[in-house]
């Protein structure tokens, strides 16, 4: 997928823009350094799967939607892909309320990127008027909770239990 300026987004740091099929390794990585308490579905499979192959199927059929969809993340001086972040429908909440999701390679958490990638998308859901925003996360991921409260996502109180992989618990946010 080729990107036109429209599409993307930047931060003093970041340039957010639109998937491109060689982002199918970086985006395999992502699945090979999930959390072993991930469900097996989000993991890359003990036979290979998603295969790169996969991936760029993926990223050729990808829709941005709900507006802006799911964006890669690289660093603006370099190109370097770090992640991504963006919107996504949601999973778990209300139909018409999106769901902001992001998720970096290992060498970039802990530098502030997922809260400055995500304050950019926050500001796209307000000129979108987006009225509010969720997010879902297992209660053990202390880090991206951390993030979500720097952005002002607040935990509802609504839990979706899970005994294998660690409850989710669903937060949100008014744009």
Same mark, same amino acid.
């Given at each position: 997928m080729d990107h036109d300026e429209a599409s993307v987004l930047q931060t003093a740091r970041l340039l957010l823009r639109p998937w491109r099929i060689t982002d199918a390794s970086f985006h395999r990585q992502l699945w090979s350094e999930r959390d072993p308490r991930v469900p097996a579905h989000r993991r890359i499979t003990l036979d290979g799967h998603p295969t790169l192959s996969e991936l760029e199927k993926w990223i050729m059929a990808y829709e941005p939607v709900p507006a802006p969809g799911l964006l890669v993340v690289e660093r603006k001086t370099s190109g370097e892909v770090m992640g991504y972040c963006g919107l996504l429908p949601n999973s778990a909440g209300r139909a018409d309320e999106p769901e902001l999701a992001y998720e970096f390679l290992h060498a970039f958490w802990g530098q502030g990127f997922a809260t400055e990638a995500s304050r950019v998308i926050l500001d796209r859901a307000d000129a979108l008027d987006y009225p509010s925003? +969720?997010?879902? @996360?297992? =209660?053990?991921? !202390? +880090?991206?909770?951390? @993030?979500? =409260?720097?952005?002002?996502? @607040?935990?509802?109180? =609504? $839990? =979706?239990? !899970?005994? $294998?992989?660690? !409850?989710?618990?669903?937060?949100?946010? +008014?744009i």
């Open positions: 925003l +969720a997010s879902t @996360v297992r =209660e053990w991921n !202390d +880090a991206s909770l951390r @993030v979500l =409260e720097k952005l002002g996502f @607040v935990n509802t109180g =609504e $839990v =979706e239990p !899970d005994d $294998v992989h660690g !409850d989710s618990l669903h937060l949100r946010r +008014a």
